[in-house]
């Protein structure tokens, strides 16, 4: 018997022994088998895996930047920098010529065309609003217009809606060679006595000329039009404005019919003094280095002149399927870093108050925008540009008065508003 109990007890001895040495060890009271347990929290999974990847995005841009400008390099500097940041958005940027460039993305976009959008300055904001060619986008910048200035604002901004992403604020001054002009003219009358004696003077013409000219206007105490848009200029100062053009053409000063071709003329030296605007800044700092100087229009007899001013927006086009896609954009290139660039390397003003520019010549022009006179959208005022650049081309080559030349403006502005 004994022998028989000692038997077992080897065996059951063997078989424990074995299976701990298969790495199965025999359950124990104190050693209960382990549950099972639920995933911690912590291995869930990531949110990235969980999300679909965000969808691919082509965004068509125009510009009308001149072409090789310092405001061209810009925008391909800030649309690669955005496409670097947005691996899912492609952007496509077109430069189109600035004189073709209202009426190419109007036509296209009355048409069911066009881009994704466009930047340029408030010109025809009014008009292509009222053409339906433009998308309000309040409901897409809601919450995001913080640190844009209430000018800039208001200049994208027709009939209570926001048309724009705004950006940069735009006038003209008197450019002029410190080497040439130490002092540049503080009123109309300084600018003459210049010119005849022998100082060069730029001057854009023709059908630029309602622009680049506007700020005489309130020099020499005239109006073009009244609260309802009736056409006023023949009522005084308008016409004194006129003859002094008239005086400056006499004395030798050249009107443009291209502004380009001022451009040039200046940055060649060719000239002392020209009328453009800040969209130039950098190019001619390029050429005349130090030598380059910026002061406001000269005052007239009746008060300071107040150039028009403008403000550059990003503006969207109601037939695009990526509009939150283009404002994204355009907030990205108008924010503070990107006006910034703006300011720094093309010489524009930012219509933001948190951008400081390092360049004194920039914040001269913030200046001259600052006192200028805010560009109109009335459906009336359309109707101003093509009568009153008539008039100059007609007083400046002497085949009409200045009287009968801006009486005719005003007969033909009136006309067509049906005033």
């Not at 995001?144 to 800039?152: I, M, N, R, V």
């Not at 030798?252 to 451009?263: K, S």
């Not at 037939?319 to 703006?342: M, P």
Request: charged share 15%.
């Amino acid at each position: 018997m004994k022998k028989t109990l000692w038997t077992l007890l080897s065996l059951v001895l063997i078989a424990s022994v074995l299976l701990t040495a298969c790495g199965t060890p025999a359950p124990t009271a104190t050693q209960p088998p382990a549950a099972t347990q639920p995933p911690a929290a912590t291995e869930a999974p990531t949110q990235a895996a969980t999300e679909a990847p965000a969808a691919q995005v082509e965004l068509t841009i125009w510009h009308g930047y001149h072409a090789g400008g310092s405001e061209e390099a810009t925008i391909n500097q800030i649309a690669s920098d955005y496409q670097a940041a947005n691996p899912n958005v492609k952007v496509n940027v077109l430069e189109i010529p600035f004189d073709q460039l209202f009426n190419k993305y109007e036509t296209d976009t009355a048409a069911g065309g066009g881009p994704d959008m466009f930047t340029a300055p408030n010109d025809n904001l009014g008009n292509e609003v009222r053409a339906g060619v433009i998308a309000p986008i309040d409901d897409l910048v809601a919450g995001k217009l913080d640190g844009y200035t209430e000018a800039g604002i208001n200049g994208v901004t027709v009939d209570g809606k926001i048309y724009a992403v705004p950006g940069i604020a735009k006038a003209v001054g008197l450019y002029y060679n410190k080497s040439t002009i130490p002092t540049p003219p503080a009123t109309t009358d300084d600018l003459l006595s210049l010119v005849k004696s022998g100082k060069k003077l730029g001057l854009v013409g023709d059908g630029g000329a309602p622009y680049f000219l506007w700020g005489f206007w309130s020099g020499f105490g005239g109006s073009i039009m009244d609260d309802t848009g009736k056409c006023v200029a023949d009522q005084g100062g308008i016409v004194d404005a006129y003859q002094f053009f008239k005086d400056l053409a006499d004395a030798g000063v050249t009107f443009y019919n291209a502004e380009g071709d001022m451009d040039t003329a200046f940055r060649q030296g060719e000239l002392d003094m020209a009328v453009v605007g800040p969209w130039v800044l950098g190019d001619f700092e390029k050429d005349l280095g130090d030598k380059l100087g910026v002061a406001p229009l000269p005052a007239g007899p009746k008060g300071p002149s107040m150039p028009m001013m403008g403000i550059d927006g990003w503006y969207i086009n109601p037939n695009s399927a990526n509009q939150q896609a283009a404002v994204d954009f355009a907030l990205f290139a108008f924010n503070k870093d990107n006006l910034t660039l703006y300011a720094n390397n093309a010489g524009d003003p930012a219509a933001r108050t948190d951008v400081v520019p390092t360049d004194p010549l920039v914040k001269a022009f913030a200046d001259v925008a600052a006192g200028g006179f805010p560009r109109p959208q009335s459906k009336e005022f359309g109707n101003y540009w093509g009568a009153f650049g008539d008039a100059v081309t007609a007083v400046v080559s002497g085949t009409a008065t200045p009287a009968d030349a801006v009486k005719t403006a005003c007969e033909n502005m009136n006309k067509a508003n049906g005033k």
